[in-house]
């Protein structure tokens, strides 16, 4: 079994920054898939940014250029740093991970854009 565990979250001010984590534990060997989506209100789930095990990240047209993902394959966590933060990045953001045999879900983060 995979667990997902987030932190990071929180309430920040128009321009500022976050830093998401997200520690995997269990058994999910060594080739797998990372990434970050986020959910607004009314919205559908949409891909932030994600990152294979070789290191290779991308990150979505909406927030090139603000956001950047890493990983630490060490400690099993992946980072998603949000910089020049907007209201419309208000969002629940939720890990995700892929693995031969299955896909696992974090429990979400509240990421909260507001003056």
């Known amino acids: 079994q995979v667990q997902l565990v987030e932190s990071g979250g929180g309430l920040v001010q128009p321009g500022g920054s976050l830093r998401l984590s997200c520690a995997a534990s269990g058994s999910f060997g060594s080739v797998n898939v990372m990434a970050w989506y986020r959910q607004a209100p009314g919205k559908e789930r949409e891909l932030v940014a994600s990152?294979?095990?070789?290191?290779?990240?991308m990150v979505a047209d909406s927030v090139k250029g603000r956001f950047s993902l890493s990983r630490d394959s060490a400690k099993n966590t992946v980072y998603l740093q949000m910089n020049f933060l907007k209201p419309k990045d208000t969002a629940v953001y939720y890990c995700?991970?892929?693995?031969?045999?299955?896909?696992?879900w974090g429990q979400g983060t509240q990421v909260t854009v507001s003056s």
């Open positions: 990152i294979g095990s070789s290191g290779s990240a």
């Open positions: 995700w991970l892929l693995k031969s045999g299955g896909q696992y």
